[in-house]
């Protein structure tokens, strides 16, 4: 099997910064794609970072400039360095990767991390 283990989150002021790191383990032949997404309490989940195997980046509008996501393949971990945090970035943060295992290569599944919170006050 696969898990996906989060953490880094916390309380901060506004304009601090925060850390979150992921990291996969189990029977991975691959990884592909990685990525963060959020869900504050009442609404959907949302796409934060995303990340290829080759490193291309993809971003929400309401994060640019301020989040990094960066990644190793080597540890199959995946970083999001969040900084000039807002109250509004408040949710509980989930890792995210598709995978491949040995036992068949050609198949990629999706595996979620279990989500840490991250809290920003004003």
């Known amino acids: 099997q696969v898990q996906l283990v989060n953490s880094g989150g916390g309380l901060v002021q506004a304009g601090e910064s925060l850390r979150l790191s992921c990291a996969a383990s189990g029977s991975i032949f691959r990884i592909n794609g990685m990525g963060w997404y959020r869900q504050a309490p009442g609404k959907q989940r949302e796409l934060v970072a995303t990340?290829?195997?080759?490193?291309?980046?993809n971003y929400a509008d309401s994060v640019k400039g301020r989040f990094t996501i960066s990644r190793d393949n080597a540890k199959n971990t995946v970083l999001l360095q969040m900084n000039s945090l807002k109250p509004e970035d408040t949710a509980d943060y989930y890792c995210?990767?598709?995978?491949?295992?040995?036992?068949?290569?050609?198949?990629?599944?999706?595996?979620w991390g279990q989500g840490t919170q991250v809290t920003v006050s004003s």
């Open positions: 995210n990767a598709e995978v491949s295992q040995y036992s068949d290569p050609g198949i990629f599944n999706s595996y």
């Open positions: 990340i290829t195997r080759f490193g291309n980046t």
